[in-house]
């Protein structure tokens, strides 16, 4: 099936690798710019965990937090502290002892995050500089069960709900009218590939919160932001600033390669990206599915909030092409398991390289990094 042009008649749910380790281009690094969103969540999320939360009965046992899809670096230990922090100011919780569980897919490099985390003292004032909490890394899948019945009892996700659990079937059936042709994803599709895409999101929402559901104990707070849209209406426009999105600039490679013999129309027609932003009602169905486990303290839209606290900056394009090139490094698994060789991977990234750098002054005008659309949530288990 596979063949060195990238054509292949299916495409498996592909290993998402976020960059690891904690260079220039890598995750890590990455996600110190998205300091600003968690600003949307950790108010109500306090709120939830100082009013909204019932510690378990017994005074000993300890308190269990997980981050599903917590990828590594500042966002990940920035939010465990958050919450570790958020917890002790609770007369009930002070003297207890705090788990929290970092969750992801196994390629998530979890040997940076295990690296990270500041040095185990079992006490202290709360600093970053020492640990208080204990940690452990969980790999699977969040659209499956990660953890025993009603152990948890705070957990987020953020940054996740986006990625797909599979694709569509029917984006890859040339029969049918959602064949998702000369395209790589949702945005900008045909109605029928968006919806199909949806389709598959709303399953893989509610597979989440069931899961959760079953995970968290009574009392428990799950917080969560992802990317999102106003509502379900017309999911291919999937809301950011047009023309930063860098899908559009994998996009542009495609075609060009295509156009120029290197890859064939079918592998470009055949290749899709699991990811599609869910908006705010299907999150409320999602959540409010029966047996509703979850109630809603806070469920927002945010419209086109900028990701970070100040422009990501640049000395020039030529920067700017070099650092998307590192971050490409989140497809290669991708595109290998579309059958494209390692050779051929290198020539499109550094073709996806040059059109991030001609693409540099739009990106600028729009701001780094760009303006996203988000949904914000604070659920408590009933
Ligand atoms: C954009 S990163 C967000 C990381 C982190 N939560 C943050 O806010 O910086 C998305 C993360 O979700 C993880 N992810 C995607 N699909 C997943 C799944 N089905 N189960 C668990 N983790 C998943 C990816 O591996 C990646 O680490």
Redesign the pocket.
Known sequence: MEQSNGSTATQAIPT???PGGEGEGS?SSL?KL?SRVGSMLEPSLKHAILHRFSAPQSGTEPIHYA?????V?A??LGFAKFVVDTLKMRPDVIDRDIVCHF???P??DFNTLFKQLPPFTGQGDGSVEERTWFADGVP????GRMFPRSSLHVAI????LH?L?ELPKSILDKSSPAYNKGKVGCHGSSPATAEAYAKVSRQGLRKFFECRAEEIASGGVLGFYCLGRRDRAHPENQLFDEGSYYVLDIEKTWKELVNEGVLTDESLDDFNLPLCHPSIDELQEAIEHPPSAFRIEKLDFIEKRPLADKPMEFDDAEAYGKFMAVMFGNMRPMLASHGLSPELTDKFEERYRQNCEKSYAVKKAAGFPMNMSMCVAVLVRK
């Open positions: 998402w690798s976020s995750y996600s998205w981050d599903f899809g917590c990828a670096g966002n990940t969750a992801d897919l390629s998530n699977g899948t969040h659209y996700t953020t940054l996740t990625y659990f």
